[in-house]
Nanobody
Framework: QVRLVESGGGSVQAGGSLRLSCAGS????????MGWFRQIPGKGREGVAA????????YYADSVTGRFTISHDGAKKTTYLQMNSLKPEDTAMYYC???????????????????WGQGTQVTVSS
C-alpha cells in the first residue's frame, strides 16, 4: 500500500522558515518524480516544486524560486521542502505527491501524480 505522510507545517511570521517532510512507503522510491503542491480554498492545486529521485533534477514555480528548496533522502524515502523568506501569500495546504512511472508532461500538472499525501497546513502571518 502506497503511503505519503507529510509533516512540518505550522504557523510562522512573514520572513520565517519551515521545513516540510514527506515520508514515502509502498513504492519504489528511487525512480520517482516527487512533487510538492499547495492549495487554498476555492483554488486548484498549484505546483510548487518537484524532484526526480533518480537524477536529483529539480523544478520550481517562479513564485518560490530562490526561497524554497526541494531535496530528498533516498535511504529514508523522504522528500523535503525547505521554505525560507515566507510570505503571507505562501499560506496554503501543502501536499506531497508521487509519480512512480515518470513520463512526459509538465512537472506541475497535478494529473500526472498517482499518489498524494493528506496535506499539512502552512500559515504565514504578516
Amino acid at each position: 500500500q502506497v503511503r505519503l505522510v507529510e509533516s512540518g507545517g505550522g504557523s510562522v511570521q512573514a520572513g520565517g522558515s519551515l521545513r516540510l517532510s514527506c515520508a514515502g512507503s509502498g513504492f519504489t522510491y528511487s525512480r520517482n518524480l516527487m512533487g510538492w503542491f499547495r492549495q487554498i480554498p476555492g483554488k486548484g492545486r498549484e505546483g510548487v516544486a518537484a524532484i526526480y529521485t533518480s537524477s536529483g533534477t529539480t523544478y520550481y514555480a517562479d513564485s518560490v524560486t530562490g526561497r524554497f528548496t526541494i531535496s530528498h533522502d533516498g535511504a529514508k524515502k523522504t522528500t523535503y521542502l525547505q521554505m525560507n523568506s515566507l510570505k503571507p501569500e505562501d499560506t496554503a495546504m501543502y501536499y506531497c505527491a508521487a509519480d512512480p512511472l515518470p513520463g512526459g508532461g509538465a512537472w506541475y500538472a497535478a494529473s500526472r501524480y498517482n499518489y498524494w499525501g493528506q496535506g499539512t497546513q502552512v500559515t504565514v502571518s504578516s
